[in-house]
DNA sequence: AATGAATGAGTCTTCATTCAT
DNA sequence: AATGAATGAAGACTCATTCAT
């Protein structure tokens, strides 16, 4: 009987600051970002599904319904991960399109920090990415959408400015363009290894050269 | 996954014949298609995990016990979908690899390949591309990581080979090349729609463009 | 993630016929009129939430999940209780004060009926009868709150028509009379037992006796 | 329900003394009355399986857990509420039975007392009218059953003098004409508002004219 | 007197699978 | 080839209660 108290007075004691990782304050909050972190690594490697909520309290050494006292649900989970990715994505992406002198070293920023996030946060990224089918189909997720279209939107300025000022080829469409670069970059997060020996610098550098230059010799 | 799955009594009617064609066998089979692309189609779009047996008895206009008549369990479907799907990327890429003249027509070749087979059976990609949590954690699975590297063996032989015959640049990594290229037109399954009003064959056009001469003007 | 799938293709298997008890065709339904008053009296004599689906699935020598085969929720059994129940009654009365000659003919046949109706359906009427809290603050079962207006409708009918026929006295609030005699005749569901040797028909006269001439000498 | 009760080592606070009234003790029973209120109402509102101590304590703008600083648990509350009305309910009518000089006169002062008393501590009465499932069938609150057959024996005695002294019918089985009486009373709680323009002083002098001379003109 | 983190047992519900008919 | 009833294991979530601070 009216499963979903939406909204209760229990509220969310979801931490306003975007911050994120560095020493914040003394506040509570610590166990918090702990537990969304161990939720992020298993939802990224196992899939959003076949993680179970078990799955998450027995890597956090507590009991399943303990999660309940610091998350309204394995969704609410989610939901926090992604919103803080791509909040702080969408930040980060308009600020070096703006910074930047040049079309062409715009992206470049842009490829690199891509690269960057990649290895910063590789389990936000693959969530992102693999989980495409939950995200949207599921209303509760529009929000990711949403930041996706944004994100696009600071690309697409940056292409078409580039190609109005001769940095890039005029003959392509800056759409397929668009989807081209963030699908590559964005893919190799399923292989990307943080501490492998490839280091993300290089595996930018190189795809760098490929799209700049081209394949042919 | 499937408890108990070797050696149930009642064996294994899978299917060896990529074929698919014609009425052959007792006559099931043509039912057996039908089942498998329903499958297929709620696999890709909502996840396998997320797809329940009886989304797609329902969806076929049975009960979901049924099922049970054509397939041995929900994994043998996917098994079967991804077995037939690697099947013949596999023979279609060694023909091309072998056809073509030059490593640089072979490499086109392989693009526009890429682009038919997302424009044929957009579902198998989507489920070969979405469910890799589920395809690389799963020993059931291993075959499709096994066609996998099948497949990178031929793509990595082409570039080889161009970068040999100067065809291709020699200062970028093969390996890297591979699967920037892969990443790439693979991911376009995620957002190309075979009914729209942009052809496989146009994308395929405008990404070898990029592929051939980069961005930069 | 959308937890509630809102009437789904599943679908009520409910049984449109609202004849209940007699011996009806050879359907399967047979089963889910027995799950249903196991159910009825179970909700009756613990309490709604106090009884368990593995109360209900343990009388019923079955397993808690096995229930939603024939039900789609808990929720749903009690839902389906109150609605066969609360549109029989309806029926039943309006029928009474249709075919009843004189307003005080008509009150003693609803009077009858009441404890016919205790009688024969004790829990029907009990869970009616004790989970007014949750019947009332639960829009899913606003239709119970709907069908007891239509019940005092044609109640206050009655009353009425008996006051203006000078059958009853006058200065009596039409209202305030109905909830005192509905309460009374009601509230002997807690006590009445079908198999005790207080005969309903005996409560029946007594109660009209006491109705009819007051308590004074 | 509480499953491990007796001899926790907290012991029991639980007070004997009814009064209530005046900042007598330590200081700390304002607070303590002021959380058996908020419990009362919702118990009774919502029911008391329904209601969760997170709720009470929320309503109390403290956290759940600090709401065992005051009681031993959800079951003290409850038995403290009903404990408290029982016992003030039992002094009233033995009062009022004594009191009055003739049957008559003692079953209208027992009946005002009873609007009186609906109208005077509402949540106490929907609580002892409405968990009669919880009441009856947990040994704990068999303190209620047994207080009611107290009261019961109370208004017995004053129908039997009324039958003897020609006051009241003798036609009448006392044992029915108490239940109907106490079953049509207690059960105004449901619908009677005291905050509403029906006074319980009318209401009750209406009760007593349908009682006294029954409805027939 | 209250917080906040956690427990442990239980609740409803889902779902792949089985099997007699 | 399919039905319909059932299983059994698991899953998300709830909630009274405890306890160190």
Redesign the pocket.
């Known amino acids: 009987m009216a499963?979903?108290?939406e909204a209760t007075a229990r509220g969310s004691?979801r931490r306003t600051d975007a911050a994120g990782g560095a020493g914040a304050g003394g506040g509570?909050?610590a166990?918090?970002a702990q537990?969304l972190a161990i939720a992020a690594e298993m939802f990224a490697t196992r899939g959003y599904?076949q993680?179970?909520?078990?799955?998450i309290?027995d890597e956090?050494?507590?009991?399943?319904?303990?999660?309940?006292?610091?998350f309204?649900?394995?969704?609410?989970m989610l939901t926090e991960i992604l919103r803080d990715f791509m909040g702080n994505l969408l930040g980060e992406i308009r600020e070096i399109a703006k910074a930047e002198e040049s079309p062409r070293a715009a992206l470049d920023g842009l490829i690199y920090n891509s690269f960057e996030t990649i290895h910063r946060v590789p389990f936000a990224v693959a969530l992102y990415q693999n989980e495409s089918a939950l995200l949207t189909s599921t209303p509760e997720f529009a929000f990711v959408t949403k930041a996706s279209l944004d994100v696009e939107k600071v690309w697409l300025g940056v292409l078409k400015a580039g190609a109005g000022a001769g940095d890039f080829r005029a003959d392509l469409d800056p759409g397929l363009t668009y989807r081209f670069i963030r699908d590559a970059i964005w893919s190799t997060v399923r292989w990307y290894n943080p501490r492998g020996r490839l280091q993300h610098r290089t595996v930018a550098d190189q795809y760098l050269e490929m799209l700049h230059g081209g394949l042919l010799a």
Chains 1, 2, 3, 4 share one sequence.
């Open positions: 499963s979903k108290n004691r509570g909050s166990r918090r537990l599904t993680t179970t909520v078990r799955d309290a956090a050494g507590i009991l399943s319904g303990s999660l309940y006292h610091h309204d649900s394995k969704e609410a």
